[in-house]
């Protein structure tokens, strides 16, 4: 018995030292790993509400509304009345939670685009046709618009610019490395408004008319800023990955996987054409409609486009429309979808992998619900916009971006965290003169550039396991380590940008200022 112990222990004793970094990601990892379902968090924090309500109502907290003079009572909800109000409304609330009914069109569309294979041979398409010296900047520019295709990018870009990489002579895991931190860590990028866009504003909605309840936001109220944070991220990827990740790495010469190929077949390009010339045809009929002065596509009052207007209120159907379209066209000459019944099945699918959200949503609508009704998220953002009157915009800017990224390291979902953080952030930032539009906009940053390091991420274990085929040694520590220069490099990038844009006083896009009219 006592040489196998001696023998194992001094294999114990050679184990190398855990650095800093390691040490720091397994905290990150078991933390993360202790936190329960989403659905769980939500269920109780509406019970953690409820239960604050009726201490702060007994404790009678109040605040003055800076704006209007008027002294804000909390509520308790665990009255009788309280109660009729919880329970009665229930059903509406969820209903007419702004979130559910845009993203939920919106997968329609993208679920047939996906479902039939448009996503994937777009992306292999694209990265094919590339020449050598561009394949970096490529597959960095495919991966920020990528995020338009839902979970195609995560899922389908990292493998493929693997296989690009081994073809060129360089390290496969370099390009896992930046296919995912393109996709994942600019997901606030993009040259086209998505369904991230519909998401995040729902919510930012929702919370904004606690404080301003005629407020009218808009999905593409950061859509300025997004598109030009593409030409931000693009070259900060490609410097990153030629001069930091690609060296660290070093030549990968396994002839196990020196032959791996990427092939479309010629129905496919065929059914890729078909598809372009469909999408570029219904985006025109969109630019066409909106052009007179007249069009239906216009606030029907004030003649415009992108206030109250047709175009901004219904931009989710309009959406579903434009992925529909192609990945129709696609799924047809390709042989994907070969009845009517196969396309109708793609959006049926879509629908059933919106389950979770949905269920997510219901409990994140009454935990709004509860914190309007109680008065408590006034009061809170009103003593929170006290503590931090007078102080620079930039220090709001770095405060909100620290807190989404701190918070990103524990809570995978874009959606649970913004549900958590909008109904304190946006009412105190507008109580500051501060739009929905910025305070949303900070918050997509800190929630984008840590997607990449850390393993809370729904798509993490995925893309390991990717790497994992090329190096079977890698481990989560090893990986993780390779993507954070991409984090640090995004969010100094990112940062410096949005304080540049707040210093010029450009709008976040369209129906999105900084300041509140008047401010």
């Known amino acids: ?278 999408l570029v045809a219904v985006t025109a009929l969109v630019v066409i409609a909106c052009i007179p002065a007249g069009s239906f596509m216009r606030n029907g009052e004030t003649g415009s486009l992108t206030t109250g207007s047709p175009l901004m209120n219904g931009i989710g159907f309009i959406l579903a429309i434009v992925f529909f379209v192609p990945g129709l066209v696609y799924g047809i000459v390709a042989g994907t979808i070969k009845k009517s019944s196969d396309a109708t099945q793609m959006m049926v699918d879509s629908m059933a992998s919106m389950a979770n959200f949905i269920v997510v949503v219901f409990f994140a609508s009454q935990m709004l619900a509860y914190i309007s009704a109680s008065k408590m998220g006034a009061i809170l953002a009103i003593k929170g916009a006290e503590l931090l009157q007078g102080q620079d915009g930039i220090v709001l800017i770095l405060g909100i971006f620290l807190i989404s990224t701190f918070v990103n390291l524990f809570i995978g979902s874009a959606s649970a965290k913004w549900a958590i953080l909008a109904p304190i952030l946006v009412p105190m930032m507008m109580l500051l003169g501060y739009h929905p539009a910025f305070t949303q906009m900070i918050y997509r940053i800190g929630d984008a550039i840590t997607n990449p390091i850390t393993p809370m991420f729904p798509y993490f274990a995925l893309v390991l396991s990717y790497a994992q085929k090329y190096d079977k040694k890698i481990g989560i520590g090893t990986f993780i380590s390779t993507l954070v220069p991409y984090s640090l490099a995004m969010g100094v990038g990112w940062v410096l940008m949005m304080i540049v844009w707040y210093l010029v006083g450009a709008p976040m896009g369209p129906g999105g200022p900084i300041m509140l009219p008047g401010k």
């Open 1 to 278: 018995m006592g040489k196998p112990t001696d023998t194992t222990t001094a294999a114990v004793d050679k184990q190398p030292r855990k650095g800093f970094l390691n040490k720091f990601l397994d905290f990150i990892e078991w933390t993360g790993n202790k936190l329960p379902d989403p659905i769980i968090i939500f269920f109780s924090l509406c019970v953690g509400v409820l239960l604050l309500s009726l201490v702060a109502g007994a404790a009678g907290w109040s605040a003055k509304h800076p704006g209007t003079g008027e002294t804000i009572t909390a509520v308790n909800l665990l009255t009788a009345e309280g109660l009729r109000s919880v329970i009665g409304d229930a059903p509406k609330v969820f209903g007419a939670f702004a979130p559910l009914g845009q993203v939920l069109v919106i997968m329609l569309g993208i679920g047939v685009a996906e479902r039939s294979g448009w996503f994937e041979s777009m992306l292999t398409q694209s990265m094919k046709s590339a020449p050598k010296v561009l394949i970096i900047p490529a597959i960095a520019f495919i991966g920020l618009l990528g995020n338009i295709a839902g979970d195609a990018a995560p899922i389908i870009l990292p493998p493929l610019a693997a296989m690009i990489f081994i073809q060129l002579g360089w390290h496969p895991i370099a390009g896992i490395a930046l296919a995912y931190a393109a996709a994942v860590g600019g997901f606030a990028a993009n040259l086209m408004i998505g369904m991230s866009d519909a998401l995040v504003q729902g919510f930012t909605q929702e919370a904004a008319m606690m404080i301003d309840p005629e407020i009218q936001t808009t999905v593409p109220m950061n859509w300025y800023f997004i598109a030009a944070s593409v030409l931000v991220l693009l070259p900060i990827l490609w410097v990153v990955t030629s001069k930091v990740i690609l060296p660290r790495l070093g030549t990968y010469d396994n002839p196990e996987f020196v032959h791996e190929q990427i092939e479309l077949s010629d129905q496919q390009r065929r059914a890729n054409k078909w598809a372009l010339v469909s």
